[in-house]
């Protein structure tokens, strides 16, 4: 196999120059708020978040089992307050992007148009209480089970590993990347959980906002959120 990949790409040759340098982002202070304008939208999908941490975040661990409470799985904060007790949405989730420069943290969800500010002021809520709070040891518990249960079965098959090994050479990591996973999520303590929910997750003064809805049934209650800009859903320059 590595002979008849390296006859195969044995004309390629490296590029002429070196890749461009990214400017790692930095984490937004204050509110600002983006309403994208769908006329007649009967539901609005909103984005409450900032700027996150790169892929090489040495507390990765604790990082994840504190999204996987939050809102990275069914049983989480988020889906257990929005959905199941106050029966906003039909879905709410703690998203982290993770590239090789900080990526992105926000609570992603949506709600029927006439319940969205009772819907972002929970989210919020809740973002404030898991800074201020954390969580109890039974469910640090169910969340480190949760991750290891999901882990291996991501490394089963040739097509995962092989994956696996493209993603750490393209992000300059090596094997403990992976081999030192499970130890490290076993055995992350509650207090180092609480201290990266503090530094990775932004207060509730610190919020980038991206709602898509009907403006004109919206426009007045959002402005409560931070500074608004508006745009139209149908504009060229609109990006998602």
Known sequence: MIGALTEAFADWRPAAQPLPEITAAEPQA??????????????????????????????????????????????????????????LTYSARSALSRPTRPGSFAIVSFTKTDTTVVAMDLAIELLERMRAEGFSEELVTSGKNYILGQFAP????????????????????????????????????????????GRVYPSADDLVIAIIGDAELIRNDIAKYGPVTEMAIAEPRFTP
């Open 154 to 197: 991501r490394l089963e098959t040739a097509s995962q590993l092989a994956g696996q090994f493209a993603s750490l050479q393209a992000a300059g990591l090596d094997a403990s990347y992976i081999n030192g996973y499970g130890e490290a999520v076993a055995g992350a303590a509650g207090e180092d959980i609480q201290a990266v929910i």
């Open 30 to 87: 204050g509110r600002r708020v983006l309403l994208v304008d769908k006329p007649g939208a009967t539901q609005t999908y909103f984005w409450i978040g900032n700027v996150g941490v790169a892929r090489d975040f040495e507390q990765r661990a604790e990082l994840d089992i504190a999204n996987t409470l939050f809102g990275g799985r069914f049983t989480s904060l988020l889906v257990d307050e929005l959905r199941t007790k106050a029966g």
